[in-house]
C-alpha cells in the first residue's frame, strides 16, 4: 500500500534561517507531488506541485522554493525564512496522469512556527 | 474560473444531532467532487468523493450526492458524534494535477 511521510513534524524557527521539509512517498511510482500551506484558521493554499523529477510548477510567487532530486522526494526550502512564513505545510500525492479523478493523499504535516 | 463556495463556521452541534455542511461550485465541463476532513493537529484525509452527477459517495456516516442542477455537493450525516469534531473541506477537481479548494468547515460537536 501507498504511504507518505513528511518531517519534521513541529519546528521553531528564527526570522532570517533557512527551512528544508521533506517529504517521501512509498508504494507507487511517478506521483504527482505538492506542498500545501494552511495558515492559522485558514484554508489550503496550493504552494507548488511537480509532475516528474525536477518539474516544479509554482502557484505563489515568494521566498520558498520546492525540489524535486527523485521520483518519490519533494523538498520545500527557504533560505531566509520570513514571519509570514509560520502555518502548517502539507505534502501530498496524486497519481499520474492516466488515472484517478484528482484524488490527493496528504502526509500528517509539519508545523512551522517563525519567531 | 472554476471555485468552490462553502458554509462558514464553526458549526456546532450537540450530539446525535443532523448535519448539513453547505457546499457549491462552480465549474466549466464535469468536475469530480470531494469531501475531505482534517482532524486536529493531522492531515487531510479523504472522507468520500462523488465522480460524475446524481452519484453519491458516502463513508463513515456521512453522505454528499453531486447535483448539478443545483451545482451543488452538500455533505450530511443523521447523527454526529464527538469524534466528528474537525474541520470539513469541499473541493473540485480541475484536472488530474489540481483540486480547487473550499475555505473549509470548522465542526464541533458537544456532548
Known amino acids: 500500500s501507498q504511504t507518505i511521510h513528511q518531517w519534521p513534524a513541529t519546528l521553531v524557527q528564527p526570522v532570517g534561517s533557512p527551512l528544508s521539509l521533506e517529504c517521501t512517498v512509498e508504494?507507487?511510482?511517478?506521483?504527482?507531488l505538492y506542498w500545501y500551506r494552511q495558515a492559522a484558521g485558514r484554508g489550503l493554499q496550493l504552494l507548488f506541485y511537480?509532475?516528474?523529477?525536477?518539474?516544479i510548477s509554482s502557484e505563489v510567487p515568494q521566498n520558498l522554493s520546492a525540489s524535486r532530486p527523485q521520483d518519490r522526494q519533494f523538498i520545500l526550502s527557504s533560505k531566509k525564512l520570513l514571519l509570514s512564513d509560520s502555518g502548517f505545510y502539507l505534502c501530498?500525492?496524486?497519481?499520474?496522469?492516466?488515472?484517478?479523478?484528482?484524488?490527493?493523499?496528504f502526509g500528517e504535516g509539519s508545523r512551522l512556527t517563525v519567531l | 474560473g472554476n471555485s468552490v463556495t462553502q458554509m462558514e463556521g464553526p458549526v456546532t452541534l450537540s450530539e446525535e444531532a443532523f448535519l448539513t455542511i453547505n457546499c457549491t461550485y462552480t465549474?466549466?465541463?464535469?468536475?469530480?467532487l470531494f469531501w475531505y476532513v482534517q482532524y486536529p493537529g493531522e492531515g487531510l484525509q479523504l472522507l468520500l468523493k462523488?465522480?460524475?452527477a446524481d452519484d453519491k459517495g458516502s463513508n463513515k456516516g456521512f453522505e454528499a450526492t453531486y447535483r448539478k442542477e443545483t451545482t451543488s455537493f452538500h455533505l450530511e450525516k443523521g447523527s454526529v458524534q464527538v469524534s466528528d469534531s474537525a474541520v470539513y473541506f469541499c473541493?473540485?477537481?480541475?484536472?488530474?494535477?489540481?483540486?480547487?479548494w473550499g475555505a473549509g468547515t470548522k465542526l464541533i460537536i458537544k456532548p
Open positions: 511537480s509532475v516528474g523529477i525536477g518539474q
Open positions: 501530498a500525492w496524486s497519481a499520474g496522469l492516466a488515472s484517478g479523478a484528482g484524488e490527493l493523499f
Open positions: 462523488a465522480t460524475k
Open positions: 508504494g507507487t511510482s511517478n506521483p504527482n
Open positions: 465549474a466549466t465541463g464535469y468536475p469530480s
Open positions: 473541493a473540485l477537481s480541475e484536472s488530474n494535477y489540481q483540486l480547487i
